[in-house]
């Protein structure tokens, strides 16, 4: 087993995560960490991808992602999220980007625009943004990490997405 695909599903754990916070929870607490509230969300699309091994994946675009019962009875089949857009708001800053789980990757990043004039003053409120979204990122895979190791942490999931045992 190699590094990358051994690792690979908690980049999965994480979108499915994400998915359930941004589902019930309207803001995240990171004041701990001095990166404040935040709300996290996703965005116009997820992909789910299952678990078997049957190659099987689909694509979810809806404005109201979190609220469509299609995407909970996928992952009840057995798909779990293998990419979608993510949407981070923190005070006036807000950046979307998509995340993909295998292998755990943020790629097309969009900044949020800072209204600087000047182009080294643009750049470093840029470089800023970021350095920001970075420790946003690390605090909430940080804060996921910590959550999965609590004992009621499966029966929640199960809970939210109406998994009965």
Known sequence: MTKESGIG???SEFLLWLFWKSATDETMSLNNLGLGEISVSIEDSITLASVTGDG????IKSQEITSLPSVRESIKKGRLPDAAKIKIASKDLEWSFQV???PFKISSVKLPITGEKNEEE????????????ELI???L???F???REMPDFVDDIKDFLGISD
């Open 56 to 59: 099987y994946c689909e694509t």
């Open 100 to 102: 993909k789980a295998q």
């Open 137 to 139: 990122m690390k605090a």
């Open 9 to 11: 599903y908690l980049g």
């Open 141 to 143: 895979f940080n804060t």
């Open 122 to 133: 643009m750049i470093s409120a840029r470089l800023i943004s970021m350095t920001k979204l």
């Open 145 to 147: 990490l910590l959550e």
